[in-house]
């Protein structure tokens, strides 16, 4: 019970420092983005938005991490789309625009890489896919390679591993507590402009970029009703990575870190590393975590060498 109620802290821990990696600019559902679109499927509603290239010459699917929105690989996805790179970026149940798991109840609950693997088969056909996820996203975009394996390439920003989490720690995250908890921090912290400017700078690693930043940018999505309460549930049931079939894949797979990293172990950066000796591997120096929002033309350009 000890050994739970420690791990219990240590995810509330991550998560206040977490929760303001979110990059969206708009405050409600009622306000999309001009280029949004929505995939319905069962009891879920997945927002995504689609950087469409007029001369396409890839497709690129973009899993945001985890507090943050399709707005973090926007940056990217506009340097890419010139180029020839159509790039969908998708919310993942309870974040951004989409369905919350709160709305959701246990017998309609789906898993999310089945979700998103649905959503690109209603584009287009899952091989001419390349598959992009940064953060928590990196682990999802790990899951739908494993489900998926026919994908085009597997191409991992700082990405985190998801772990298993079950029985009384399970119960415990998606408690009506937790979820109380989760709600207060998601939707008041978020209104504390020194606390916001603080983990953003931890989060980027660049003075001038977090003091010219829009912070109204970090805390309009998180402040919509249940979304902390939803996260915690989605961490309860997400699916953990399988290491075992992730070191079989056998697609091109890119793997980016950044050196001035603060939210990632140095253990899970091993994990991930140890699992694709082969990998095309990059580290974005003076990078921090959330490196693919301002390190953005640095990344396209290794993204373009890697996919042409």
């Keep these: 019970m000890k050994t739970n109620i420690k791990r219990a802290v ?13 990059l969206t600019a708009f405050a409600s559902y009622e306000a999309p983005f001009d280029n949004s679109f929505y995939y319905e499927e069962g009891a879920y509603t997945l927002h995504y938005r689609v950087f469409e290239a007029e001369n396409e010459k890839a497709k690129v699917l ?33 974040f951004g625009y989409s369905t919350r798991e ?30 992009a996820g940064h953060s928590m996203g990196g682990g999802v975009a790990m899951n739908i390679a494993c489900l998926a394996p026919e994908i085009q390439s597997l191409m991992l920003f700082c990405p985190c591993p998801i772990a298993s989490m079950e029985g009384v720690m399970a119960d415990m995250m998606s408690s009506k507590v937790m979820g109380a908890m989760a709600n207060f921090i998601f939707e008041h912290l978020t209104k504390v402009t020194p606390l916001l400017r603080l983990v953003a700078l931890m989060a980027f690693m660049d003075v001038e970029f977090t003091m010219d930043y829009d912070l109204s940018l970090f805390s309009a999505p998180l402040q919509i009703h249940n979304t902390g309460y939803s996260n915690m549930i989605t961490s309860a049931k997400a699916m953990p990575n399988d290491f075992e079939k992730i070191a079989k894949l056998e697609m091109p797979v890119l793997l980016v870190q950044a050196d001035k990293d603060l939210v990632l172990t140095g253990a899970m950066k091993t994990q991930v590393d140890e699992a694709f000796p082969n990998a095309e591997k990059y580290t974005v120096a003076g990078g921090g975590h959330l490196c693919i929002e301002n390190h953005d033309e640095e990344l396209a350009e290794i993204i373009k060498g890697f996919t042409g």
């Design 62 to 94: 973009m899993i945001h991490g985890f507090g943050c929105s399709t707005s973090t690989w926007q940056p990217i996805a506009d340097e890419l789309v010139g180029d020839g790179y159509t790039c969908v970026l998708v919310d993942l149940p309870g």
């Design 10 to 22: 240590a995810v509330i821990c991550a998560v206040m420092m977490l929760i303001p990696f979110a």
């Design 102 to 131: 709160t709305e959701v109840a246990d017998e309609d609950y789906r898993v999310r890489e089945e979700l998103v693997i649905n959503l690109m088969k209603s584009i287009a056909p899952v091989d001419t896919w390349h598959v």
